[in-house]
């Protein structure tokens, strides 16, 4: 987000926000400009400007230690997995009827679920593992990383309220935006940040 304002020439405001449905009514409202890291849909693009970001990341289940073993996408069936409210992941596990999903408010709730036993799979965006680490202490030892991982071939979005105020034409910003996804600056930026930063 801090490339993003410099290549727009915008102070940043960084809002707090409990979760993503939040960020979500957020942008819907206008009371936030932009959000980093929506997956685009129909019903998105009718709600706001989306706008490339980075490239997807993969998709792994935690288990517990001496739990669920999820080798391959079927040793998800029968077993309860958080999932976080507003959220997509992949076509296949988002419109899976078999699958148990239990919606929890973020991904650190589901893990908090999945510690306590009231879970037994999270499923998590790979480039989330390194803040879970830093906001559970024994994340190393408690939490097993699947073998299984399914990486989508998408584009993650920058998603811009149609209320928003920034003081830039739309057409401008598009063009600044495209450009600098396509040098990958966003995801060079990422890659160079601190995982604290993230």
């Known amino acids: 987000m801090r490339l993003l304002a410099k290549l727009i020439n915008h ?18 409202t206008g009371d936030a400009d932009i959000v980093a890291g929506v997956i685009a849909s129909p019903e998105r693009q009718q709600r706001w400007i989306l706008l490339p970001y980075r490239q997807d990341s993969r998709y792994l289940f935690l288990t517990r230690p001496g739990g669920v073993s999820v080798a391959r996408y079927e ?34 709730t589901g893990v908090r679920m999945l510690l306590a036993d009231r879970v037994d799979v999270v499923i998590a965006p790979e480039n989330a593992l ?20 399914y990486q989508e071939d998408r584009v993650i979005q920058f998603a811009l309220s149609r209320f928003h105020r920034l003081d830039i034409d739309e057409q401008r910003l598009r063009r600044v935006i495209v450009e600098a996804f396509e040098q990958s600056l966003f995801e060079s930026a990422l890659q160079a940040m601190p995982s604290s930063a993230q």
Request: with cysteine; glycine share 4%.
């Open 130 to 149: 390194p803040s879970l680490a830093r906001e559970f202490s024994n994340f190393a030892q408690a939490v097993q990383v699947s073998e299984y991982g």
């Open 75 to 108: 040793d998800l069936l029968g077993h309860s997995i958080a999932v976080s409210r507003n959220t997509m992941y992949f076509d296949d596990f988002d419109n899976d009827s078999r699958l148990k999903k239990e919606v929890v408010g973020d991904l650190v």
């Open 11 to 28: 102070e940043l405001v960084f809002l707090p926000s409990p979760n993503f449905a939040r960020c979500q009514r957020m942008l819907d």
